[in-house]
């Protein structure tokens, strides 16, 4: 068996069906390497790890009863500092809030715990969640496993290097204008920006602009599907719902697709820099593999420029002073 570092969520659930391990082993296991790489990565504000144990221990005996609980049940994750968690520290990146603790939870932490998963402490993120970078007062920058030279993005950065760093297997992470999708690009993850009303944002629906929105960041498409099944679904007293799915994002991922029509382009649509070239190597390789495939794949035109950035700051700092 690989390392228990090395499994994703899914795997782990399947590892945990056969006796191969458990909850306990696995918690401790991560927790023995936060503790030795969390000061190199910045990935954790706070490690809630005596939580962390109590919560495996419940999540062990109920795996070892052979209770039927859900899929997820045991599986170690983490939360995003700036979503509310009662109880634990919750600094909102920010120095102003450095010893602020809760006394509720946000919904996506009250899914996490009824899907059965271990939250083993809230990931760095920059100060409320501004910045396209990690690098806040209250924590050690950010930095993506695969070059510590380098930033692992933001918002999410923290949630994106516990990850990319074996130090989780699948995080909540939260998106508004790349917040997922930029740390998912620097660490080599896949990352989903769900469409308004997936997830719930209750109960204090602080963001009046609505470009936010939880999400998964995983190593597998697998592993990010069955979060976002944990995570989604509507919540009293949200302003909008999304259309409920057709079956499980799970089961969606072992689907057919059919033949797709793919756009794609290479050209910068916010800044007049070259793009590198092993970048646009692997552009045209994924393209080429999804040709093979029998998708068709279409060249367009920048959808928009940069022009939009200042409207886009605009309504960024609105929903910034409105948390």
């Not at 099944?229 to 799915?245: E, F, R």
Request: aromatic share 4%; proline share 7%; glycine share 10%.
């Amino acid at each position: 068996m690989s390392e228990l570092h090395e499994l994703g969520a899914l795997e782990l659930s399947t590892a945990y069906a056969r006796g191969d391990t458990w909850p306990t082993e696995v918690v401790e296991h991560l927790l023995d390497r936060v503790a030795r790489l969390d000061d190199t990565v910045g990935a954790f504000v706070t490690v809630t790890a005596d939580a962390a144990r109590a919560a495996a221990a419940v999540a062990t005996e109920r795996l070892r009863r052979g209770e039927r609980g859900p899929l997820l049940l045991g599986v170690p994750t983490a939360v995003k500092d700036l979503h509310n968690t009662a109880g634990t520290r919750t600094t909102y990146g920010s120095a102003v809030f450095a010893e602020h603790v809760p006394t509720f939870s946000d919904e996506v932490v009250r899914r996490l715990d009824s899907g059965g998963l271990v939250s083993i402490g809230k990931t760095n993120t920059p100060e409320l969640g501004s910045p396209c970078y990690t690098e806040p007062d209250v924590a050690p920058p950010a930095r993506t496993p695969y070059d510590l030279t380098r930033s692992a993005g933001g918002s999410s950065g923290g949630a994106a290097a516990a990850v990319a760093s074996g130090l989780v297997p699948v995080a909540q992470a939260s998106d508004g204008g790349g917040s997922i999708r930029i740390p998912a690009s620097a660490c080599g993850l896949v990352g989903l920006k769900p469409t308004r009303g997936r997830i719930s944002a209750a109960p204090l629906h602080a963001d009046v602009n609505g470009l936010g929105t939880s999400g998964p960041l995983a190593r597998t498409v697998g592993d990010a599907a069955a979060l976002l099944d944990v995570l989604a679904g509507p919540s009293a007293g949200d302003s909008l719902w999304a259309p409920p799915p057709d079956g499980s994002f799970l089961d969606a991922c072992g689907r057919e697709p059919g033949r797709l029509r793919i756009a794609r382009l290479a050209a910068p649509l916010i800044a007049d820099v070259a793009v590198d070239a092993q970048v646009l190597a692997a552009y045209d390789e994924a393209s080429l593999l999804l040709a093979e495939l029998g998708h068709d794949i279409e060249d367009i035109d920048p959808p928009m420029g940069p022009e939009v950035v200042s409207v886009f700051e605009t309504v960024w700092a609105v929903g910034a002073a409105s948390v």
